[in-house]
């Protein structure tokens, strides 16, 4: 077995350890927890169209996670894919609004390019003050994130707002018709194919390049990188880059796919769990593929547990908290397991 693949499946044992924990406590609320674990599986997989909403949410996570994986193996906590997202998603509906009437043929690639470089933008200004002052980047990237939901909360109800809008949340006209790459379902040949494109890129980058192996090898020796006569600044700032690119790239696809126009409230967690999916893969392109699909199921899920088990759609937040607490402490959690058996080995 790879030790990818072993990373994956002690990561599910980890997740499942978070699910029975999760069962527990619902069950001392007077919830059901067999009611909840069915809950889970019929919404995530079995049910009608479940896999088309698992695929919905999965395909911009599994985009957004696989750029936490390059910065985070470059060895650069960047935990503000959210901003990122949305920052992408505020530059593409811009040129959107801009080029209203004009070719879709043209409008379209424009409004990608916009928000991969919204994205890396708001990725790079983190990055520099890391990279040139030595400033925390989880601190900076999270007050990123903050930063991006204000401007998106501006720019959704003053320069982007929809004059026709009644509602209590302010959102962007609709983008025309001719500019959606899929409609509410979140699911297209157009999306399916950016996010292989996607994962087959972002693989090479990492299995096949001397980038991949150098920024790995930075995120744990950046003395043997430098010794290689490679720059750790350079790899800092392309990490950062790539990942804001593709934070904002998810961004888009949600703007011009299921969404369709910028709004508030705008998914707000979706860079988090993103944070949590690279987590779970153990950094690894595939695996992220592998875990952003069962993270799509949770969230297809959520639309389940209020009708079969009572539960409200937040239990779906409670549970990834869950799995994120077992997730970061199964490392302290092996090395323990692992000392208290070989004691005995040890002292014999």
């Not at 009608?48 to 985070?72: C, K, M």
């Not at 505020?90 to 879709?104: K, M, N, T």
């Not at 389940?304 to 199964?330: E, K, Q, W």
Request: charged share 10%.
């Amino acid at each position: 077995m790879s030790d990818s693949l072993a990373a994956i499946v002690r990561a599910i044992l980890f997740i499942l350890l978070a699910l029975a924990m999760c069962g527990v406590i619902f069950e001392f609320a007077g919830y059901s927890a067999p009611q909840m674990f069915q809950s889970i599986v019929d919404g995530a997989f079995l049910r009608r169209n479940a896999l088309e909403h698992a695929l919905r949410w999965a395909l911009p996570l599994f985009i957004t996670a696989t750029g936490v994986v390059i910065s985070f193996r470059a060895g650069y906590f960047n935990i503000g894919a959210q901003g990122q997202f949305y920052v992408g998603a505020i530059c593409a509906a811009f040129v959107a609004e801009w080029l209203r009437g004009y070719p879709a043929a043209m409008v379209i690639p424009l409004c990608f390019a916009a928000g991969m470089t919204g994205g890396a933008l708001w990725a790079l200004w983190p990055g520099l003050l890391r990279l040139r002052s030595g400033a925390d980047e989880v601190i900076t990237t999270l007050m990123g994130n903050f930063l991006a939901g204000l401007l998106l909360v501006y720019v959704t109800a003053g320069p982007l707002k929809d004059p026709s809008g009644s509602g209590q949340q302010a959102s962007s006209r609709p983008l025309e018709a001719a500019y959606r790459i899929s409609t509410s379902s979140g699911v297209s040949p157009t999306i399916i194919g950016i996010a292989v494109l996607v994962g087959v890129a972002l693989w090479w980058l990492v299995n096949r390049t001397a980038f991949g192996v150098l920024s790995g090898l930075s995120g744990r020796n950046p003395t043997m990188v430098r010794w290689q006569g490679a720059s750790t600044w350079k790899i800092g700032l392309a990490s950062f880059l790539v990942s804001g690119a593709l934070a904002g790239l998810a961004g888009t696809i949600e703007l011009m796919g299921p969404n369709g126009r910028l709004a508030g409230g705008f998914l707000p967690a979706h860079g988090f769990t993103a944070i949590l999916i690279a987590l779970v893969a153990g950094l690894s392109i595939t695996g992220a593929a592998i875990v952003a699909f069962f993270f799509g199921g949770l969230a297809s899920a959520a639309l389940y547990l209020p009708v079969m088990a009572g539960l409200p759609s937040a239990a779906i937040d409670i549970i990834n908290a869950a799995i994120a607490l077992f997730i970061t402490a199964r490392s302290r959690f092996i090395d323990t397991v692992t000392k208290v058996w070989r004691r005995p080995w040890t002292t014999s």
